[in-house]
């Protein structure tokens, strides 16, 4: 995997075009947009646009791949009233279980990586460790039959 640098808050584009090995400018014409129109009256990067993951998804699927996607703490309740209870004893582990040597976007609170299935690829521009962040979710890059 190539680590690329993202130029703006466009992360998730970034980590997609790393899994895929695609360059970001193919992306955004098949996408339509670059994601930053702005559409909120907020500070930057919030006000935004940027990418939903399922455009992301459609990325994939036309390249015959497909996401599946890993929650880092899944959590039940039958509903809103009641608190919510967790899934799995072990809810990391299990994780890492299911992305360790699969290429995956990971997904924190604002903000997107690529993962290699050993190392994460920050398109801010740095290749760290998975102990570095505070996964919320994977999606591990599938191949279609």
């Not at 996607?69 to 279980?97: H, Q």
């Amino acid at each position: 995997m190539k680590l690329l640098k993202m130029r703006g808050p466009n992360c998730l584009l970034y980590s997609t075009a790393m899994l895929l090995g695609e360059d970001v400018d193919v992306l955004v014409r098949e996408l339509g947009h670059d994601g930053m129109e702005q559409v909120w009256n907020l500070p930057a990067p919030r006000c935004f646009r940027s990418f939903h993951i399922q455009e992301i998804i459609d990325c994939f699927i036309s390249r015959g791949f497909g996401l599946m996607p890993i929650e880092a703490n899944p959590l039940i309740a039958s509903d809103e009233s009641v608190r919510a209870i967790p899934v799995y004893e072990s809810p990391y582990a299990r994780m890492m279980l299911k992305i360790m040597g699969q290429e995956a976007i990971l997904i924190m609170s604002g903000h997107a990586c690529a993962w290699n299935g050993e190392q994460v690829y920050d398109p801010n521009g740095a290749i760290k460790k998975i102990t570095d962040y505070g996964i919320i979710e994977a999606w591990i890059k599938v191949k279609m039959i």
